[in-house]
């Protein structure tokens, strides 16, 4: 049976050419560590891991590369912004779209003393502007919102967020986890004070390694939620102040990382315009495919416009769970059902608790593959 892989959403697949074999020929051929050894090896992978820190400086436009930050993933990002800045008496705005990478440490931090407010979006995933300013507070510390929902794949005007925020002097935390790679996400254009990436997804790298860009004034507010050892002033029991390392404890994902190096060099090379271009071409594609039925409700906007290629189904007077197993168990065609660790977003959008089949197509991903997913509905349906 073929394999159609259509969980771009959670993890990407196949990854960018070559990120395998970076990693292989790292564990294999290299293998020594980083800022914690004196000879020339462990120098020269020094000079490796700063090249991909400039690549995602290149990436999002960023001139700090010190500023740009290794964790395991973006929920490890998120946890150290949202947890390291909060005190006792600040306030924080996010939205009701939210994947549980935000919503789990803003529930967490009420438990610390810190308020919270959800600004509302409407069943389409669209974030009220109006509703969201009106939240703000003299105490308001910051805004930490999603970029592309990764139930409905409705995206959030960012750049109109972070305009308010510069009118209020908020800090501004974006959640990329779902358009990195794929959108243009300018942080000088936009005013984003920190932008939290995972690898493993539109940046086509390997899982376990992601990170942040951070400004200056932000880091400074940050306590850091891990500490540790950094190869760096090992004479203090004190975590240093200065960055990369204020954030890096313990021994980093280097394979993680120069894989994601690898998979930088083929995004920059292929322009993110042309990726983004091909995705959401297969994204209408599929929209178009199954438009008109009375057997399918279509969760969030009905075209590509203002959404990243994610589209949620929910059939009607069936069972999500089955449709989506008789999809691979049939046509071997890969989708995910149920809530995407995402209940507030699925309550936003009135598919809570049943969920839905999210289709999430990737840059590889062909229109052969769109016709023979739409053929594949269409039969299950008809039975």
């Not at 139930?151 to 750049?159: A, D, H, R, Y």
């Not at 790679?181 to 997804?201: P, R, S």
């Not at 052969?368 to 008809?382: H, S, V």
Request: proline content about 3%; charged content about 25%.
């Amino acid at each position: 049976m073929r394999r159609v892989y259509l969980d771009n959403g959670s993890t990407s697949y196949p990854k960018a050419p070559g990120v395998g074999k970076t990693m292989m020929e790292f564990i294999e051929d290299v293998g020594c560590n980083v800022g914690r050894g004196g000879y020339k090896l462990s120098y020269s992978l020094a000079e490796r891991i700063i090249n991909a820190r400039e690549k995602l400086c290149r990436l999002f436009n960023f001139d700090k590369v010190s500023n740009v930050i290794f964790t395991p993933n973006v929920t490890y990002s998120l946890n150290f912004l949202i947890a390291g800045l909060l005190k006792p008496g600040d306030h924080v705005i996010t939205s009701s779209m939210e994947h549980n990478a935000v919503a789990r440490p803003i529930e967490e931090a009420k438990n610390r003393g810190i308020e919270v407010d959800i600004a509302y979006c409407n069943n389409k995933g669209e974030l009220d502007l109006s509703h969201f300013e009106s939240l703000i507070q003299s105490n308001t510390k910051a805004v930490v919102m999603l970029h592309g929902s990764n139930v409905s794949g409705t995206l959030m005007p960012v750049e109109k967020v972070a305009s308010i925020c510069e009118k209020y002097d908020i800090y501004f935390i974006l959640d990329a986890a779902q358009t990195a790679g794929v959108f243009d996400l300018d942080m000088k254009k936009i005013k984003i004070d920190a932008l939290a990436f995972t690898g493993h997804k539109g940046l086509l790298g390997p899982q376990g390694i992601g990170g942040f860009l951070i400004e200056d004034k932000l880091a400074e507010s940050i306590t850091p939620i891990i500490q540790g050892g950094t190869g760096s002033i090992s004479d203090s029991l004190d975590m240093p102040d200065f960055l990369p390392d204020k954030f890096e404890s313990g021994t980093l994902n280097i394979p993680g990382i120069l894989g994601l190096s690898t998979a930088l060099d083929y995004i920059l090379d292929k322009g993110i315009d042309n990726i983004r271009k091909r995705e959401l071409r297969l994204t209408e594609l599929f929209l178009e495919g199954i438009k008109n039925r009375d057997d399918i409700t279509v969760i969030g906007l009905d075209t590509v416009d203002n959404r990243c290629a994610i589209v949620s189904l929910d059939f009607i007077n069936r069972d999500n769970a089955e449709l989506a197993f008789r999809l691979d168990d049939e046509y071997g065609i890969m989708t995910r059902c149920g809530l995407h660790c995402a209940p507030m977003a699925h309550k936003t959008l009135g598919t809570f608790p049943k969920g839905t089949v999210r289709f999430a197509f990737g840059h590889f991903n062909t229109e052969e593959e769109i016709y023979y997913t739409i053929d594949a509905i269409e039969k299950i349906l008809a039975l």
